[in-house]
C-alpha cells in the first residue's frame, strides 16, 4: 500500500514556526486534494489546510494568514508551513490525499501523523 509519512511536529514555543512535510511512498503517478488535518487533545479531527482539485488553497479560520500549504510534485511531498504558532495549534497533525499509484491505481491515504506541541 502507498504510506504517507509525516515529519517534522515538535514542541515549541508559542510565535514560534514550523514546517511539516507528507511524503507519498511507493511508485506515485500524483497526488490529489492534499490536505492537512489536525485533531486535538479530546476533540474531533478537523481540517486545518487543502489544495482543491483546482489548485487554489483553503484554509480553517483559525489558520488563516498564519499557515501556509504547498506541494512539490517532483518530491511527491506536500507541505505545511507554521508561523506564529500558538498552544491552542497543539495537536497531532495528519496528512491525507487521494493517491494515484501504478501499482493500486487511485485511493484516499491517511499519514499516522505527527505531534505538535506548543507551549505558551
Known amino acids: 500500500q502507498v504510506q504517507l509519512v509525516e515529519s517534522g511536529g515538535g514542541l515549541v514555543q508559542a510565535g514560534g514556526s514550523l514546517r511539516l512535510s507528507c511524503v507519498a511512498s511507493e511508485n506515485i503517478v500524483s497526488i490529489n486534494v492534499p490536505a492537512w488535518y489536525r485533531q486535538a487533545p479530546g476533540k474531533q479531527r478537523e481540517l486545518v489546510a487543502v489544495i482543491t482539485s483546482g489548485g487554489s488553497t483553503n484554509y480553517a479560520d483559525s489558520v488563516k494568514g498564519r499557515f501556509t500549504i504547498s506541494r512539490d510534485n517532483a518530491r511527491n511531498t506536500v507541505y505545511l508551513q507554521m508561523n506564529s504558532l500558538k498552544p491552542d495549534d497543539t495537536g497531532v497533525y495528519y496528512c491525507?490525499?487521494?493517491?494515484?499509484?501504478?501499482?493500486?491505481?487511485?485511493?484516499?491515504?491517511w499519514g499516522k501523523g505527527t505531534l505538535v506541541t506548543v507551549s505558551s
Open positions: 491525507n490525499a487521494n493517491v494515484v499509484s501504478t501499482r493500486w491505481g487511485q485511493r484516499n491515504y
